[in-house]
């Protein structure tokens, strides 16, 4: 049967010879990644789905980086950060690729930019992944 380069690489990662358009399957990814918009909403899916204290599969190979709410003073927006960085900090990852120039409760827009060096943030996820070695 012939498929695909992208039913190759999941059929590969499923240990299975082959995977059709529709099915669901269970995948060793090489890594995970998610940023500020998806990433609140997938931890609660996660933490419903399989509890509160239930643990990633591989703390190094997910990935977290903010990127889209952070140049905003909207607390709302901050808050998807402080979500991020408190399952970060509880399942022991990696990588969380901290803007740690965001600090709940303080009004006005970061500026990442000013010391470079005291800051994990290192800009746009999908440019910023494989920069970073993922």
Same mark, same amino acid.
């Given at each position: 049967?012939?498929?695909?380069?992208?039913?190759?690489?999941?059929?590969?990662?499923?240990?299975?010879?082959?995977?059709?358009?529709?099915?669901?399957?269970?995948?060793?990814?090489?890594?995970?990644?998610?940023?500020?918009?998806?990433?609140?909403?997938?931890?609660?899916? *996660?933490?419903?789905?399989?509890?509160?204290?239930?643990?990633?599969?591989?703390?190094?190979?997910?990935?977290?980086?903010?990127?889209?709410?952070? *140049?905003?003073?909207?607390?709302?927006?901050?808050?998807?950060?402080?979500?991020?960085?408190?399952?970060?900090?509880?399942?022991?990852?990696?990588?969380?690729?901290?803007?740690?120039?965001?600090?709940?409760?303080?009004?006005?827009?970061?500026?990442?930019?000013?010391?470079?060096?005291?800051?994990?943030?290192?800009?746009?996820?999908?440019?910023?992944?494989?920069?970073?070695?993922?």
């Amino acid at each position: 049967m012939k498929m695909t380069i992208t039913e190759k690489i999941l059929a590969k990662h499923a240990g299975r010879k082959s995977v059709r358009p529709g099915e669901n399957v269970w995948v060793n990814v090489d890594v995970l990644m998610t940023h500020d918009i998806c990433g609140p909403g997938t931890i609660g899916v *996660f933490q419903s789905e399989f509890g509160k204290d239930a643990k990633v599969f591989d703390p190094a190979k997910v990935v977290i980086m903010p990127d889209h709410y952070i *140049f905003t003073a909207d607390e709302k927006s901050h808050r998807n950060i402080e979500i991020l960085r408190e399952f970060a900090r509880r399942q022991g990852l990696k990588y969380f690729y901290d803007p740690d120039f965001i600090i709940a409760g303080r009004a006005g827009v970061p500026e990442p930019y000013r010391d470079y060096d005291k800051t994990s943030y290192r800009g746009v996820c999908h440019v910023a992944l494989p920069q970073n070695g993922h």
